[in-house]
Structures are given as C-alpha cells and as structure tokens.
C-alpha cells in the first residue's frame, strides 16, 4: 500500500514544483540559460543513476533535486568565467597596455569574447591615473559596444567609474 501510495504522490509534488517554478524558470533562462540547462541535465542525471541503482522513489526524486542544484551550479559558473576572462582583460589592458592596444578574452566552452581597448590616458588633479577605453562583447554571434573611464585606486586596483 505503502509504495501505491508513493507512486501516487511523487508525480503530483513533481508536478506541482515545475508548475510553480515556471515563471522564475522562464526569467532565469533569459538571464542565465546555462544555469538553468545545467540544472535540467543535472536532475536526469540524478533521477537516472538512482534509478538505474533501483533506489526507491523517494530516492529518485532527491537525486534528481541533488542533481539539479549541482547542475544550476556548474551552468551559473560558466557564465561567471566568461565575467571573470572580462575583467581580467579590462585590468591586463588598464595597467599594460598602450593607448589603442586591445586586450582580448575568449571563452571557448561559451563561445563568448569580447576586448578592451585604452582610448586615452591622463591624471587627474589629485595625482589618479585614469583611462577611457572601448569595450566590445560579443555573445550568442551578437556584439555590443560600451565606453567607461577607469580610473586607478590608492590600492592599485582599476575602477571603472562611468
């Protein structure tokens, strides 16, 4: 009776779940879509080896969950590699790079890449260095453009200040 029950109950809280989740699921795919990919993979990866081990239903649907957050994990990771690679050429091409030498990133598990180049270089009237540059990313086949300022802190390091 017990396991008629549990067959029961599983596919309605199942159920429930992606029906309640469809509305963040939908806003979290257009911002994140790698996180939300990682965590469907994820969650049949855990539903199957579990299931596959004849583990009990309820066992089922933890792995699946486990798997899911594992998955949205790692797929959100990847999205913050590609931010990291960009910040890393904005401070490579702040401190090293002459004025109209870009520095690049490319992320070849995203596909995603982009450059920073210094514009201008000056000082300000306190003694702060500061540098225009031109940034483009380039995302799903699509670039954008921007223009900043940077400017060097006491502490070394580059904000970007507009």
Known sequence: MRHAYIHRVVPIVLLAFAVSSCATMQQ?????????????????????????????????????????????????????RDKQMAKD????????????????????ESGNSGSVTPTKTYQLANGEYCREYHQKITVG?????????????????????S
């Open 28 to 80: 979290t795919y257009k911002e994140n879509p790698k996180a939300v990919l990682g965590g469907v993979l994820g969650a049949g990866a855990g539903a199957g080896i579990a299931a596959a081990a004849g583990a009990s239903p309820g066992l089922i649907v933890m792995s699946a969950v486990g798997g899911a957050l594992v998955g949205g994990l790692v797929g959100k990771q990847l999205d913050n």
């Open 89 to 108: 050429a904005a401070a490579r091409a702040f401190e090293q790079n002459r004025t109209g030498q870009e520095s690049v990133w490319n992320n070849p």
């Open 141 to 161: 086949g699509q670039t954008e453009t921007s223009y900043g300022t940077a400017c060097r802190q006491a502490d070394g390091t580059w904000k970007v200040q």
